[in-house]
């Protein structure tokens, strides 16, 4: 959803949605979004949505993952969740190591003396574009 900065954040009372949380304490959580409408009431006009959340082990640390799980009810969730967890690390490692491609191709190590630098040492600077 873009936002324009300049604008309060409103709330969309059409896009209302009631979250419950789903875990079984071991791989991850399961988020049923149900739709209602501004009063509270259910929305059955719109689907219910199901988001998973996992985290998977990085050298930097843990990374939060959520992706969305096709369904039409928490079991259709339950059973769906490792497919598109699977899914969701293989593109979230994908971008960790586009993104650690673009970062060391960013570096240029100099080979000889650096020019304005008397002495002539420089070898072994590392230098951001």
């Not at 409103?10 to 959580?29: I, K, P």
């Not at 008397?118 to 590392?126: A, C, E, S, V, Y």
Request: without cysteine; aromatic residues 4%; hydrophobic residues 35%.
């Amino acid at each position: 959803m873009a936002e324009d900065r300049n604008q309060d954040p409103q709330m969309d009372a059409e896009g209302l949605y009631q979250e419950d949380n789903f875990t079984d304490r071991r791989v991850g959580a399961i988020r049923r979004l149900s739709p209602v409408r501004a009063d509270g009431s259910a929305d059955p006009g719109r689907p219910v949505l199901f988001i998973g959340q996992a985290e998977i082990m990085t050298n930097m640390g843990p990374v939060p993952i959520n992706f969305e799980i096709e369904g039409q009810t928490l079991a259709d969730a339950v059973i769906g969740f490792a497919p598109a967890a699977q899914v969701a690390i293989e593109r979230t490692v994908q971008q960790i190591q586009e993104m650690r491609r673009q970062q060391a191709s960013q570096l240029v190590v100099p080979q000889g003396p650096v020019p304005g630098i008397t002495g002539g040492r420089g070898g072994g600077k590392i230098q951001m574009p």
